[in-house]
């Protein structure tokens, strides 16, 4: 979960105003800024313009003075760096949405949360927080594709990937994949890798792990029935991949989840 320590709304300050942290304040802050800003990092100074966004990690310096007035709106919060970095948003720099105040609207929202603490305010925050970075996300992510003129090839990656992940128990191979994009292989890789930030043999596996935790938990169906379901001939290699993602063997899985004995166990 996402907690929200702190959230301001419109935080007005005097002209000239400025927050300063050498250290950073211990936790991720985004700042979204509604008046200029000078933003100073490894001794560098740079103008952040109205509708300007910043995403502070831990640990680093926070350091951001008004030109004159001091306007912005802020959240801070604790995650898991591999969380926040899931996002693949821009850390420690200055990106402007193209959708105006849609930042902003957001950290309204969660303000009027973290201030009335309604039932279950901290799942609404978290589940804010997220629905903004996706937003962001797909934005920055749906920029990158238009400025490389790659959109036609991006919707056809796109229906490829819908196409073996939703079938992820056929057998894919490094030679069948790109044939669905019609590329050669090298090309293939490189489009999905930048596409998607997975590679496609990793993206499948993860899909197939996910099924199979599923299956997992119906008892009436053992582990190599399990394995042959989402796609792995061999229930040894099955045994490999699962534990790798989940740290667990599949039969170690099953008692986590049941607590019981699973159709087959012995077979690992």
């Known amino acids: 979960m996402m907690k929200v320590n702190y959230v301001g709304y419109e935080t007005e300050g005097e002209h000239y105003a400025r927050i300063h942290r050498p250290q950073g304040s211990g936790d991720y802050l985004l700042a979204y800024f509604l008046t200029p800003m000078h933003i100073t990092r490894d001794n560098d100074i740079a103008v952040a313009m109205p509708g300007g966004v910043m995403l502070f990690e831990p640990g680093k310096e926070q350091d951001f003075s008004a030109l004159r007035e001091f306007k912005v709106s802020y959240v801070h919060f604790s995650a898991r760096k591999e969380e926040v970095d899931s996002f693949r948003l821009p850390l420690m720099e200055v990106f402007y949405p193209e959708e105006e105040g849609l930042v902003n609207q957001y950290i309204k929202e969660i303000n009027t949360e973290f201030n009335t603490r309604d039932f279950l305010f901290e799942y609404e925050m978290d589940s804010l927080l997220r629905n903004l970075f996706v937003r ?97 001939a061999s229930i040894h290699h099955f045994s490999r991949t699962f534990k790798a993602h989940t740290g667990l063997s599949p039969l170690q899985y099953v008692k986590t989840i049941t607590g019981g004995r699973k159709k087959g166990e012995y077979l690992l």
């Open 136 to 232: 962001l996300s797909r934005e920055i992510h749906k920029r990158m594709v238009e400025e490389t003129n790659n959109t036609t090839m991006y919707s056809l990656f796109c229906q490829a990937r819908y196409m073996m992940l939703s079938n992820c128990e056929k057998e894919w191979a490094s030679t069948n994949m790109p044939e669905m994009v019609s590329l050669k292989r090298s090309q293939f890789y490189k489009y999905y890798t930048d596409f998607f930030g997975i590679s496609p043999m990793a993206d499948l596996n993860r899909a197939r792990i996910e099924k199979a935790k599923m299956l997992l938990t119906n008892e009436d169906v053992n582990v190599t029935e399990v394995a042959s379901a989402v796609g792995y």
